[in-house]
């Protein structure tokens, strides 16, 4: 049977940086936006705060809605889903130290304690250098070019 998969993330800029994600997911190294899977009966911005909850202990405001999917994407995990992707720009609820945030920083991709699956670290990506190259689906990869060409003017 087919279906629509529903997502939801999050872009968070900080002193000119995108947040991102790296982990590992069915054998895969991925590299993708901080969010996940709408559950049913959910909104999509009660979706992306208990996203960024649930991975990062981070209590988020969504500030503006930023894209949604306008083109057909397949799942890359299953050819029965249509996915469709919702991002929204996100800011912390309260002041944060970027040095003292309640989940691990690396400087470099895939910085995995242990590589299985549904490991994950976060890095900050300067906006100055980001590009559609710098995610792994087709629909980040969207982003990444959407960003890279209106940063200034978007931020």
């Given at each position: 049977?087919?279906?629509?998969?529903?997502?939801v993330y999050?872009i968070?800029?900080?002193?000119?940086?995108l947040?991102v994600?790296?982990?590992?997911?069915?054998?895969?190294?991925?590299?993708?936006?901080?969010?996940g899977?709408?559950?049913?009966g959910?909104g999509?911005?009660?979706?992306?705060?208990?996203?960024?909850?649930?991975e990062?202990d981070?209590?988020?405001?969504?500030e503006?809605?930023f894209?949604?999917?306008d083109?057909f994407?397949?799942?890359?995990?299953s050819?029965?889903n249509?996915v469709?992707?919702?991002?929204y720009?996100?800011?912390?609820?309260?002041?944060?130290?970027?040095n003292?945030l309640?989940?691990?920083?690396?400087?470099?991709?895939?910085?995995?304690?242990?590589?299985?699956?549904?490991?994950?670290?976060m890095?900050?990506v300067?906006?100055?250098?980001?590009?559609?190259?710098?995610?792994?689906?087709?629909?980040?990869?969207?982003?990444?070019?959407?960003?890279?060409?209106?940063?200034?003017?978007?931020?």
């Amino acid at each position: 049977m087919k279906s629509f998969n529903v997502r939801v993330y999050g872009i968070l800029i900080h002193d000119n940086k995108l947040l991102v994600s790296d982990e590992h997911i069915k054998g895969m190294d991925i590299t993708k936006l901080p969010g996940g899977g709408l559950e049913f009966g959910e909104g999509t911005i009660d979706c992306v705060i208990r996203e960024f909850k649930e991975e990062l202990d981070l209590e988020i405001e969504v500030e503006s809605h930023f894209y949604t999917t306008d083109f057909f994407v397949n799942s890359a995990f299953s050819n029965n889903n249509q996915v469709i992707s919702i991002y929204y720009k996100v800011k912390p609820k309260e002041n944060f130290d970027i040095n003292n945030l309640g989940f691990k920083i690396s400087d470099k991709a895939f910085d995995f304690d242990e590589k299985k699956d549904g490991a994950q670290s976060m890095r900050w990506v300067n906006l100055k250098k980001i590009s559609e190259n710098d995610f792994t689906f087709i629909i980040d990869k969207r982003i990444g070019e959407m960003l890279n060409n209106n940063w200034k003017t978007l931020f």
